[in-house]
């Protein structure tokens, strides 16, 4: 590994609109209760319901099918040191996801090769490395020179790479962040945006604990219990020793109906 200090992607946590917990408890009430919504929030800014309470029903509703509740709650978070090659990937997320990025114009290009993201596997081979910082360097000094030239400050920005340093804040529903870590936490992600996801996850875990347990990789027990991802790839997975995929789920099935029916046609015919 290269010794040279890359920049670093962070996740950091803002808060969210207002305590998840409350908020989930109410709307899954209002759903499922008689109670009166005024007098169900009374009694939950006065302390009246207990919060170990609200988080029993909330884990509770959590593993059930319906889903509607989990957008009422907005969580809030910025990343830094993120590339606009990550960003345009984060941006196929757009159902309960809202984002602002940072402008290109802002780009202190000043910092060099640290103006940009670097790939792990970039920073590990000497030889690759050497030639990717002489490539930055010639795009930013073509940059510059367009500038200089009077070329249109957005026009000029069509010569940067896709691994110009870029920062978001975005704000994400629970729904959308199930979604969001189901997929990019899973190994077949790019590298950069499943530590983006790992990081949410992680700072879920630390914040929210009760409902981090309904958060992680699609394939794991509190999410979807199997793999649908490409056959080959789910057979290279780590993962792929302790979860099934679903084609072998399916075959299974289809498997236990066979019998079933042979079983059948045998007791008819014995009969």
Same mark, same amino acid.
């Given at each position: 590994m290269n010794d040279m200090a890359f920049p670093q *992607? %962070? +996740?950091?946590? =803002?808060g969210v609109s207002k305590d998840p917990i409350e908020v989930l408890y109410s709307a899954f009430r209002i759903c499922y209760s008689k109670d009166n919504a005024e007098e169900m929030w009374r009694k939950i800014r006065a302390g009246e319901i207990e919060r170990a309470k609200m988080e029993s029903f909330v884990a509770e509703k959590l593993s059930t099918g319906h889903t509607s509740? *989990?957008?009422? +709650?907005?969580? +809030?978070f910025v990343v830094d040191n993120i590339s606009r090659a990550c960003t345009a990937q984060f941006n196929r997320h757009h159902i309960g996801v809202e984002r602002e990025e940072m402008s290109q114009r802002y780009v202190e290009f000043n910092q060099g090769i640290k103006a940009f993201v670097t790939p792990p596997s970039i920073q590990e081979n000497? !030889?690759? =490395? @050497? %030639?990717? !910082?002489? *490539? !930055? %360097?010639?795009?930013?000094q073509f940059y510059d020179e367009c500038l200089a030239e009077g070329i249109q400050k957005e026009d000029a920005r069509f010569a940067l790479p896709m691994a110009t340093l870029s920062r978001e804040q975005f704000a994400m529903g629970f729904q959308a962040m199930q979604q969001f870590l189901d997929v990019r936490m899973c190994e077949r992600a790019q590298w950069e945006i499943r530590e983006m996801a790992k990081q949410i996850y992680k700072i879920m875990k630390h914040e929210f604990p009760h409902l981090a347990e309904r958060l992680g990789i699609k394939c794991w027990e509190n999410r979807n *219990? /199997?793999?649908?991802?490409? /056959? %080959?790839?789910? @057979?290279?997975? =780590?993962?792929?020793?302790?979860?099934?995929?679903k084609q072998d789920l399916a075959d299974l099935w289809q498997n236990e109906k066979l019998s079933h029916r042979k079983a059948l046609k045998d007791e008819g015919a014995g009969s």
């Open positions: *992607l %962070k +996740v950091n946590f =803002l509740p *989990l957008r009422q +709650v907005v969580f +809030v000497p !030889q690759i =490395l @050497q %030639k990717w !910082q002489k *490539l !930055q %360097k010639e795009t930013v *219990l /199997y793999c649908d991802e490409d /056959y %080959k790839a789910y @057979q290279a997975c =780590l993962w792929s020793k302790s979860r099934p995929h």
